[in-house]
């Protein structure tokens, strides 16, 4: 069953937010990148704004962009790491501090879960709220998980991926990323509802351990009865052993790396089909043997 997508936001390192379509202004990331932030007081009172990391500020502006008339009736939030800021904020308290008790209020924000929570706190969401932590595949479970809410019959869901990045990731990355991209923050969010208004998710998969990219591509198009020569765009991320679509892309030059990155393909592939009447496949391959497909259409 086919979820339409109603609204789309993103945050991150490309001038997305609130744009018709980013395709007229995708730049190739360099070095140096820096993320293009919104007034997020325009979103989020002052008072709570001190007290946001930076990944909670984006992620619940790119949500509450994407509110309409209608109360969310599921929320599903992808992220592999988390509030990461925070995360580091605790351990360091954990370690410098000298009295038997801590103030809680870092490792609260610093759990994985504070984002969807602090998305439902921000709109007053008392519905369904889960959040899905997969590594690299933390954005296609959650985007799974939406899906089957429309399929049970929710009508308005909302479902998107946050990430950060904090200065302590750059002393990591030569011993466990060999990439020339930098690392990057990124939000995106987007409503998903059976009501028919354009494109839409029309079909996700993930897998823990593929041993066959080429194989499992095939099956996941013709399971949803549609031919190769029909792909009009591949995005991808890390390896792609496939020839399908007259373009292929690496939309991680345009995203930078970030685990759940492959949430903003889906906002290049839903703009890109704006005026197409096209399929997009996206193939996210960061990790190896962990293979997530989402086909956009």
Not at 36 to 42: H, L, Q, S
Not at 50 to 61: N, Y
Not at 179 to 196: I, Q, R, W, Y
Request: a negative charge; aromatic letters at 8%; charged letters at 15%.
């Amino acid at each position: 069953m086919k979820a339409y997508i109603k609204k789309i936001e993103s945050i991150g390192h490309q001038d997305s937010f609130q744009k018709e379509n980013c395709w007229s202004s995708l730049q190739i990331l360099g070095a140096d990148t820096q993320i293009i932030a919104p007034d997020f007081k325009e979103y989020i009172p002052a008072a709570s704004l001190r007290r946001f990391s930076p990944v909670l500020r984006i992620a619940i502006t790119a949500a509450l962009a994407c509110k309409n008339e209608n109360a969310f009736d599921a929320i599903s939030v992808g992220t592999a790491l988390g509030c990461l800021k925070d995360t580091e904020k605790f351990l360091q308290t954990f370690i410098q501090s000298e009295s038997d008790t801590l103030s809680p209020t870092a490792f609260i924000q610093s759990t994985h879960n504070t984002i969807a929570g602090a998305i439902s706190m921000a709109l007053g969401n008392h519905a369904y709220n889960m959040t899905h932590t997969q590594n690299s595949l933390s954005f296609e479970t959650a985007l799974i998980d939406g899906l089957m809410c429309v399929q049970e019959g929710k009508t308005n869901v909302l479902v998107g991926a946050a990430d950060e990045a904090i200065p302590f990731l750059d002393l990591l990355k030569p011993a466990l990323i060999q990439s020339e991209l930098p690392l990057t923050s990124g939000a995106t969010f987007m409503v998903l509802s059976d009501e028919k208004t354009g494109k839409g998710i029309i079909d996700c998969s993930v897998e823990f351990n593929a041993t066959n990219t080429s194989k499992s591509i095939e099956e996941f198009l013709t399971k949803n009865g549609i031919e190769p020569t029909q792909i009009a765009l591949t995005l991808f991320a890390g390896e792609c052993p496939t020839t399908i679509g007259e373009k292929q892309i690496n939309y991680e030059q345009y995203t930078g790396l970030y685990y759940s990155s492959s949430a903003f393909a889906v906002h290049l592939a839903n703009d890109y089909n704006i005026e197409r009447g096209t399929y997009t496949l996206i193939v996210n391959h960061q990790i190896h043997n962990k293979l997530g497909l989402t086909l956009v259409g």
